[in-house]
T-cell receptor
Framework: EADIYQTPRYLVIGTGKKITLECSQT?????MYWYQQDPGMELHLIHY???????EKGDLSSESTVSRIRTEHFPLTLESARPSHTSQYLC???????????????FGEGSRLTVL | AQSVTQLDSQVPVFEEAPVELRCNYS??????LFWYVQYPNQGLQLLLK??????LVESINGFEAEFNKSQTSFHLRKPSVHISDTAEYFC????????????FGAGTRLFVKA
């Protein structure tokens, strides 16, 4: 049973459109992440947040931006989508409390974006 | 710096045969180790994890993995696979000194044939 939700699951849009991928979790986790994954390929961390009003860029450079205004919500935005942004985007969260943290990640089902 | 190497990108196997997916990590500190499974068009799900204690950990669907500190390995095994085990499997490592940042391997695609 998923406690982390991503919408939309699938999105096909034209070049130049602005899109926002939504991610919400109900576990009260402080830490949230966005990964980019091309088909059959490894995961690349593009953004993460360790709490409200805290966001950082990940290991892979991305033209997307994120915000963390509420603990449970971590949306990702592309101001002007291009075909090179076509990919699957996975949102995840993890426990932030020091004594309970192990690095275990809880993933949403992903948002598959296709930019024509 | 921590890193994870999954030695096989693809593993084809016949149904009911045993399988081993190999994972090696590099870290100079105590680590937590994970295997995640990803079915087509889905996110990742935790399959099993090693945090401490017994070096052999098991999942509810018959997979097991053994933490071998001397060989820095965390190989995943199943004695008899099913068609439904066809998926991508990711090995991952994190540590307290690494700020619990999770490092993933490149993934191994397990393809079970009838």
């Amino acid at each position: 049973e998923a406690d982390i939700y991503q919408t939309p699951r699938y999105l096909v849009i034209g070049t130049g459109k602005k899109i926002t991928l939504e991610c919400s979790q109900t576990m009260g986790h402080d830490k949230m992440y966005w990964y980019q994954q091309d088909p059959g390929m490894e995961l690349h961390l593009i953004h993460y947040s360790y709490g409200v009003n805290s966001t950082e860029k990940g290991d892979l450079s991305s033209e997307s931006t994120v915000s963390r205004i509420r603990t449970e919500h971590f949306p990702l935005t592309l101001e002007s989508a291009r075909p090179s942004h076509t990919s699957q985007y996975l949102c995840a969260s993890s426990e932030g409390r020091e004594r309970a943290n192990t690095g275990e990640l809880f993933f949403g089902e992903g948002s598959r974006l296709t930019v024509l | 710096a921590q890193s994870v190497t999954q030695l096989d990108s693809q593993v084809p196997v016949f149904e009911e045969a045993p399988v081993e997916l190999r994972c090696n990590y590099s870290s100079s500190v105590s680590v937590y180790l994970f295997w995640y499974v990803q079915y087509p068009n889905q996110g990742l799900q935790l399959l099993l994890k090693y945090l401490s204690g017994s070096t052999l950990v098991e999942s509810i669907n018959g997979f097991e993995a053994e933490f071998n500190k001397s060989q820095t390995s965390f190989h995943l095994r199943k004695p008899s696979v099913h068609i439904s085990d066809t998926a991508e499997y990711f090995c991952a490592v994190s540590s307290r000194t690494g700020g619990f940042k999770t490092i993933f391997g490149a993934g191994t695609r397990l393809f079970v044939k009838a």
